[in-house]
């Protein structure tokens, strides 16, 4: 019975210490948890604009704003195919990788 209540007494010791270290150590938990990269940084945030502009269809496609036709062409084609209606894609998505190439594919040198 001793035992027991030594032990009850030892884990409320322990977890009062605990708790009390944790608060003292709370700003460096949290400015840590700022530098590491948070799920999802790496794809854009926001919806898509109104009007494409260059540098969306580039997101889309996954390309620089700069590619050649050859590197569009073969990023559309790799969309179109994980993504085409046919296949069970989103019409919408697949408009906009059509849209993106399309503009980008318009801009595009050789």
């Known amino acids: 019975m001793v ?3 030594l032990t009850l007494a030892a884990a409320g010791f322990a977890g009062r210490y605990a708790m009390q270290a944790m608060r003292h150590m709370e700003p460096q938990v949290k400015q840590a948890m700022k530098s590491f990269p948070t799920f999802g ?3 854009y945030k926001g919806g898509f604009d109104p009007k494409m502009t260059k540098r969306e269809a580039s ?3 996954g ?3 700069t590619a050649n036709k050859t590197k569009i062409r073969e990023a559309h084609r790799k969309l179109m195919i994980l993504n085409h209606p046919d296949r069970g894609g989103s019409p919408y998505i697949a408009a906009k990788i059509n ?3 399309d503009l980008l594919d ?3 040198k050789k």
């Open 3 to 5: 035992a027991v209540g």
């Open 41 to 43: 940084s790496g794809f």
């Open 59 to 61: 997101l889309v496609l």
């Open 63 to 65: 390309v620089s704003p």
């Open 99 to 101: 849209e993106a190439k």
């Open 106 to 108: 318009g801009q595009a």
